[in-house]
């Protein structure tokens, strides 16, 4: 499985740390930056991880900023992107089984590295339940 990675000066640190975790893992990984702390622009790095989901060059996106607000904003601009910013791994689990999230959003400055971390393995390993909640995902995508 591929996962998209974006963040910007906020989020690096973060970003690094899920990126080993999920090498470690086996996860093929598509870093699209940004590669140090010094001050991006959030939308460039959600706008790329959202098309690379859409376009199927990876399976999976996760994205963080600082609060991880503007960087799932950014995301969802992008046809086809159910980008979720999650706080907690009950939040995570739950948008993969209703919303069939396809984009993770965490702030850097928001969420600790040991719950990041579970918070991706969550997002990684939860099914969408289909169901009633496919009607909804289906009403989302005609807006």
């Known amino acids: ?75 969802n601009k992008v046809p086809g992107v159910r980008a979720a910013l999650c706080t907690n791994t009950t939040m995570v689990k739950l948008t993969r089984e209703h919303n069939d999230a396809n984009v993770l959003a965490m702030g850097g400055r928001i969420i600790g590295d040991v719950l990041a971390l579970e918070m991706v393995d969550i997002f990684l390993n939860t099914q969408f339940d289909g169901g009633r909640h496919l009607n909804r995902i289906n009403a989302i995508e005609k807006i």
Do not use: Q, R, W
């Open 1 to 75: 499985m591929k996962i998209a990675l974006g963040a910007d000066h906020g989020g690096f640190e973060l970003k690094e740390k899920i990126k080993t975790h999920l090498l470690k893992k086996g996860y093929e990984i598509l870093d699209l930056g940004t590669n140090s702390t010094a001050s991006v622009d959030y939308p460039k790095f959600g706008h790329a991880v959202g098309h690379a989901v859409v376009n199927k060059d990876a399976d999976y996106g996760i994205v963080v900023c600082g609060t991880g607000i503007g960087i799932s904003i950014s995301a």
